[in-house]
């Protein structure tokens, strides 16, 4: 009896994980629909809405801003649970410096097709569909990947399996999907010492949605693959969802770092607007 009150016990165990990880996993990758709606013409610039395939089959929704009379183009990628919307901002610094942009609303976010955003292991076809319209429809030669915290991850995992990027900049990339996780459980007032577990169930439980192993596909698996290509790292001190900032940087091959004491995630052109302004331009300049 004491044996299957114990077998009892652990299968009862297993099925509250089980729950908690099918719960936690809908959580982590559920769909965003669009909250802000911005335009680049509010910052006085001239843009086509287009539409394109991921490669693997998904439409996306973006904005193409020309530059007439450059083969150069950025492709930006915005964060998590938003949209291409809030990074409006930046395109007037890469308009003036002569770059051509595409940016567009990841799959499951916004105005793109897609159910379930999967942190860069799927996200990466919706790159590799940004670069074949680019190539294809807009006749690109030099190309460059500029992403903002899931962006920045979904960069990190997209140049490595596609050669037609030239350079790419990150700005706010978590090193693993579990440490930002944590953090992210942490400032919801979950205790320090479960958050990791609950993060490593939820990202458990992501994995056997999806058919993939989620902690196979984390940057600092990735970011070493980009090299010879240049790369440029941004990383604010502060930043909570990258506490394994070193692991990353030792895993890449940067071409250049800045890293921002005092600054927290994605806020080194809130707190530094003309010097990022020059660094990344500068940057891009010399390697694209």
Request: aromatic share 10%; proline share 6%; charged share 20%.
């Amino acid at each position: 009896m004491a044996l299957l009150a114990v077998i009892l016990c652990l299968l009862a165990l297993a099925a509250l994980l089980l729950i908690v990880a099918v719960v936690m996993s809908s959580f982590l990758t559920r769909r965003y629909y669009l909250i802000e709606t911005r335009s680049p013409a509010e910052v006085g610039l001239a843009f086509e809405n287009v539409a394109f395939r991921s490669s693997d089959g998904l439409l996306l929704c973006g904005w193409w801003i020309p530059a007439p009379g450059s083969d150069r183009a950025i492709v930006q990628l915005h964060g998590h649970a938003g949209s291409m919307d809030p990074d409006v901002q930046y395109l007037p610094t890469w308009h003036a410096a002569g770059f051509n942009v595409l940016t567009f609303d990841f799959r499951a976010h916004g105005r793109s097709e897609g159910r379930a955003t999967t942190f860069g292991y799927l996200e990466r076809y919706d790159v590799q569909g940004a670069i074949r319209f680019l190539k294809q429809e807009k006749g690109m030669r030099r190309i460059a990947l500029v992403g903002f915290s899931l962006g920045g991850i979904v960069a990190l995992l997209s140049a490595p399996i596609c050669p037609e990027v030239d350079v790419v900049v990150e700005d706010g990339a978590p090193a693993r999907l579990r440490s930002a996780l944590t953090a992210r459980l942490v400032e919801s007032h979950l205790p320090a010492w479960f958050a990791p577990f609950l993060a490593r169930t939820a990202i458990v439980g992501a994995s056997l949605r999806l058919g993939a192993n989620l902690f196979r596909y984390e940057p600092v698996r990735w970011v070493g693959k980009i090299a010879p290509r240049p790369l440029l790292i941004i990383h604010g001190e502060l930043d909570q969802y990258c506490p394994d900032f070193e692991d990353l940087l030792t895993a890449a091959h940067p071409t250049e770092v800045w890293r921002l004491p005092g600054v927290g995630h994605v806020q080194a052109s809130v707190v530094y607007p003309e010097e990022y302004r020059q660094r990344v331009v500068a940057f891009l300049n010399r390697h694209l």
